[in-house]
């Protein structure tokens, strides 16, 4: 029994050692404050996702996009600083600035790829939720999404990258930023403000938030996978309150701004299965099934009885 509590505490970097990558060692490394906030940012993430659920079941379920998109993004970095926190999922990738502090002294940093794979999933989600807000045409939308993951694979090929050529693939993504800056400062505004200005207000608010959030992530790249500049316990803590405020706290806002939205004023027209039919559309499917009925009536009398309807239908052939 006093086995079981012998150790208490995070043995995350113990049970995960940098020493079992392969083919090379990192020797600038997360120590366990770093692996402790990890798990600190995983907790958020959870606690968001079973907050965007729950209230996923406060509204019909034609109307939950939003909240499922949401509460999918911080499920993905659950998972993602799950894995960061247990000190898996990094690649030791030589630097390209050797430095003399010794918080970032070494030859090989410890590059965390599945920050990438989080990104590659959420960012689009983040996206498309801003953009289905605006009613934004599918064209402009995906085009935009295209864009968004040029910029993430282009950013994960600069961080594993050893040599200055990895400048160009931080160039790439720039250059893919500003046209997603964009799309949502410019075209989808327009768009939200002429659906109505509750709309507008609310994409105003998610979008600018968003897009000045993701204006700061190039710094945090450039200080830690590409310049090597501050330490990766320092680096944890700078993506992870930009990941906070980008999805915990962006959903938040998003569902407040969306609680008094229909999704059908922004084109989202969601049925479920037990919901009952419009009136207009009862009385329209009506019509058309009678004038279906007695086209197939005209047909059938035609051919099987004779008088005027033989004689219509033969002067309709000639």
């Known amino acids: 029994m006093e086995n079981i509590f012998k150790r ?28 402790d906030w990890y798990w600190a940012v995983t907790a958020v993430m959870g606690a968001a996702t079973l907050v965007f659920v729950a209230l996923a079941f406060r509204v019909p379920r034609s109307k939950r996009i939003f909240h499922y998109i949401t509460a999918a993004i911080t499920m993905v970095a659950t998972i993602a600083y799950f894995t960061m926190g247990s000190n898996l999922g990094y690649a030791a990738i030589p630097v390209e600035f050797v430095r003399s502090n010794p918080k970032v002294a070494g030859t090989a940093r410890e590059i ?39 910029m993430i694979v282009t950013g994960l090929v600069g961080a594993l990258v050893e040599s200055r050529y990895k400048w160009g693939y931080f160039t790439f993504a720039m250059a893919a930023l500003f046209y997603i800056a964009y799309n949502v400062t410019w075209v989808g505004r327009k768009h939200a403000n002429a659906l109505g200005s509750n709309i507008g207000r609310t994409y105003l608010m ?9 204006f700061l992530y190039p710094i945090a790249w450039g200080l830690s996978e590409g310049g090597n500049v501050i330490a990766p316990d320092s680096e944890a803590v700078f993506y ?13 806002l998003l569902l ?9 004023t922004l084109g989202l027209h969601i049925r479920d299965y037990d919901d009952a039919m419009h009136p207009s559309e009862k009385s329209g499917f009506g019509s058309a099934a009678a004038a279906n009925n007695g086209a197939t009536g005209g047909v059938t009398g035609a051919n099987t009885a004779p008088g005027v309807h033989n004689d219509t239908t033969a002067t309709a052939a000639v």
């Open 8 to 35: 208490a505490g995070n043995d995350a970097l113990r049970e995960n050692p940098n020493s079992m990558v392969y083919p090379r060692v990192s020797d600038i490394n997360i120590t366990i404050r770093g692996s």
């Open 112 to 150: 965390f790829y599945v920050r990438y794979i989080d990104w590659f999933i959420t960012t689009p989600l983040l996206l498309l939720d801003i953009m289905l807000t605006a009613g934004l045409p599918w064209p402009t939308i995906l085009y935009t999404l295209l864009l968004d993951e040029i």
């Open 240 to 252: 992870g309150v930009l990941d906070i405020m980008a999805k915990p706290v962006f959903g938040a």
């Open 206 to 214: 998610v979008g600018a938030w968003t897009i000045f959030l993701w």
């Open 256 to 264: 407040w701004g969306h609680r008094n939205i229909d999704p059908a």
